[in-house]
């Protein structure tokens, strides 16, 4: 405790030195913050738009295709009697909505143009409840209700409408390869336009009632069931609930997670990740270098005093106590600094909500906000903590070697 | 006079104009035997000029299906599906254009010409006027079990033909196609139809065919052809916008 006070008030000897080595590690603390904070916000508003974008939390497939990638399982609305799994999936507590999905590709055409689909077949009104969203850009949503025949609606990706010249409002005609090879075409209205956020994908997909697809796919099977659970319902209880639900089944049946079924959100982690770890070693080494030739500095202008204790009976290992105390002073006092300005510059760039552009492959930018969770705050701490540690090593090297006779008569 | 200019200059261009009509007549005497051979063996020009016929598809796997063809002419050609559950549907086909009739649409869906129905497109299954369509670029002899085969490379005459080349094996004595390989413009075999049973009595005519995709070897089928009428064809039935005609057509049965 004396050490530590005796460290404090050796920082308060030198103002000028220890307040310009604050700022650099209030600095180095801020752009970490700031910078854990984008990739929390990338993480979160990522698996926010897998999940609510149409993936749900699980899916539940037929065994059999669990392997398949769910474009070759397009053909293949299998799932034969999914209303009743659907049932028994929507009786878990967790769980705040499951609706059956086909996926189907054919040929969409509008008078003399035509375009190649990649069809989601959904319950609206199943997707509404598990707070799926529909990026609308023009007309409205499909109806909850299963459309009558000759009633149906689908809503066109926005690059997809563009290719074929449709608006809201315009009859076009689906065409597809039912699973027993047969073709069959169904006159539809577009109800709207809409954008995956993906301008790639809205190139080629479109949006229909489960029941439009079935009409169209001329089946009463489904090709999965997305389940959406409940706000703060944690992954794997819920998934130990759902597999109790589904054992037993015949055929049998297989429970996918969101993250299996993204493998680019983990292409997008190992990346954001990588960025983080790679800034963060940068700003550990300059952190540890500018006070690493700070605290040396201060050594080199104490080297008489510390040969003064060490006359008076100090021991080497109390002179390089010392040293530390006063690096981790510098350290812990600059961390909470940076705490504060991290947070601060965190909410003053939130208010501004700046448009980032937008990312590769997506259609439009998205404004910035920076995620702060207290655990980044106590690891940007414990960071620079330890990067003092490591640049007062030299220093106390240096000092704990000296020479009692030399370090009396250091001018 | 030619023999008395023979007699003032050499007559070398003369002697090498007759070696040149020689040639050639003879080349022309080989080749023709060829495209004879092409020409009566080729059962698309056989065919009726329009005629109403009923196959029945089984691919390798899937459900079998069963067709009524409508044709008038070689330009117009109307598939039916028989099946309950694909009544009202057609696949009709316009020169060079095909289109899809489905009920559920008010306008015509047009596919690529080559669209392939499961296993088979109208081409393998109906044919294509191989003596008309295609030249002989070589002619080689062959032989299997059922004796001697002729086999004729031909190119097509026209870019827009489904194939680009196409290997006709016919059965020399019976004059009788045995398979037709169609080939990419590599040279790679992509599919075949292979002629397994013939309608012996009446009119010139396959009673089953077997199409191979080389491929997908899995999307093979047999197709029987069950019935042919030689009959008029009632030129309704081909319009792309007017259903009447085919609605006429689904109310009889």
Redesign the interface.
């Known amino acids: 405790m004396k050490l530590a006070a005796i460290a404090l008030r050796n920082l308060a000897r030198n103002r000028r030195r220890t307040v310009l080595s604050l700022l650099v590690i209030a600095s180095g603390t801020a752009a970490l913050l700031l910078t854990a904070g984008f990739v929390r916000f990338s993480f979160s508003g990522l698996e926010d738009a897998i999940i609510r974008g149409g993936l749900g939390h699980f899916e539940v497939v037929l065994e059999d295709e669990a392997a398949l990638a769910s474009t070759q399982r397009a053909a293949l609305p299998r799932l034969a009697d999914w209303q009743a799994v659907r049932a028994a999936i929507e009786a878990a507590p967790q769980v705040r909505a499951a609706g059956g999905v086909i996926q189907l590709s054919g040929v969409v055409g509008l008078g003399d143009r035509s375009s190649a689909f990649l069809a989601l077949a959904v319950e609206p009104d199943r997707e509404r409840r598990m707070g799926f969203d529909v990026k609308l850009r023009e007309g409205e949503d499909l109806p909850g209700e299963p459309p009558a025949e000759g009633a149906d609606r689908v809503l066109l990706g926005l690059g997809l409408a563009r290719a074929i010249g449709a608006r809201a409002g315009d009859a076009v005609t689906l065409m597809v390869v039912t699973p027993d090879g047969m073709l069959n075409a169904v006159d539809m209205t577009v109800c709207g336009l809409f954008t995956s956020g993906l301008q790639d994908l809205d190139l080629r997909l479109i949006k229909l009632h489960l029941a439009s697809a079935q009409r169209l796919a001329e089946t009463e099977g489904v090709s999965s069931i997305v389940v959406g659970l409940a706000d703060g319902a944690a992954l794997e209880p819920a998934r130990a609930e759902l597999l109790r639900r589904l054992s037993g089944r015949n055929p049998r049946l297989a429970l996918l997670d969101w993250r299996s079924r993204a493998p680019f959100y983990g292409q997008v982690r190992s990346l954001y990740s990588g960025i983080f770890w790679f800034l963060g070693g940068i700003v550990f080494l300059l952190v540890c270098l500018s006070n690493s030739s700070a605290l040396l500095m201060a050594m080199m202008e104490r080297v008489r005093e510390i040969g003064t204790l060490l006359a008076l009976g100090t021991s080497r290992a109390g002179i390089g106590a010392l040293f530390l105390s006063e690096a981790l002073w510098l350290g812990l006092l600059g961390a909470l600094a940076g705490d504060a300005l991290g947070l601060a510059l965190a909410r003053v760039l939130n208010a501004l909500r700046i448009e980032m552009p937008p990312p590769p492959g997506a259609v439009s930018g998205f404004p910035l906000q920076l995620e702060l969770a207290p655990q980044d705050f106590l690891l940007a701490t414990c960071l620079m903590l330890a990067v003092m540690a490591v640049s007062a090593l030299l220093p106390i090297l240096r000092a704990t070697r000296l020479r009692i006779v030399d370090a009396l008569g250091h001018v | 006079m030619p023999w008395a200019m023979c007699e003032r200059r050499p007559c070398l261009p003369v002697a090498a104009l007759a070696a040149w009509l020689a040639v050639a007549a003879a080349a022309a005497g080989a080749a023709e035997p060829h495209a004879d051979l092409l020409r009566r063996s080729d059962i698309s020009s056989l065919a009726p000029e329009s005629f109403r016929a009923r196959l029945l598809v089984t ?1 390798a796997s ?2 079998p ?1 069963q067709l009524e063809v409508w044709r008038a002419g070689e330009s117009r050609t109307l598939v039916r ?1 028989l ?1 309950p ?2 009544r009202g ?1 057609y ?1 009709l086909r316009l020169e060079d254009a095909l289109f ?1 009739l ?1 009920p ?4 015509a ?2 596919l690529d010409p080559a669209y392939r ?2 296993a088979a497109s109208l081409d393998e299954m109906l044919g294509t006027r191989y003596s008309r369509d295609y030249a002989i670029e070589s002619a080689s002899d062959a032989e299997d079990a059922g004796g001697a085969l002729v086999v004729l490379e031909l190119k097509a005459r026209n870019p827009k033909a489904p194939w680009l080349r196409v290997r006709y094996v016919v059965r020399r004595e019976l004059q009788r196609p045995v398979r037709v390989e169609f080939r990419a413009a590599s040279g790679k075999t992509t599919g075949s139809v292979a002629f397994v049973e013939w309608e012996e009595q009446g009119r010139l005519r396959p009673r089953r065919l077997h199409i191979s995709d080389a491929l997908r070897p899995k999307r093979s089928a047999d197709v029987a052809i069950q019935e042919v009428e030689e009959r008029s064809v009632p030129s309704g039935l081909f319009d792309l916008t007017d259903p009447s005609e085919r609605r006429k057509l689904e109310a009889s049965e």
């Open positions: 691919p899937g459900q299906q599906f099946a559950k694909d549907k696949l899809f489905s559920r649409a008010k306008k869906v047009k129905l499961g």
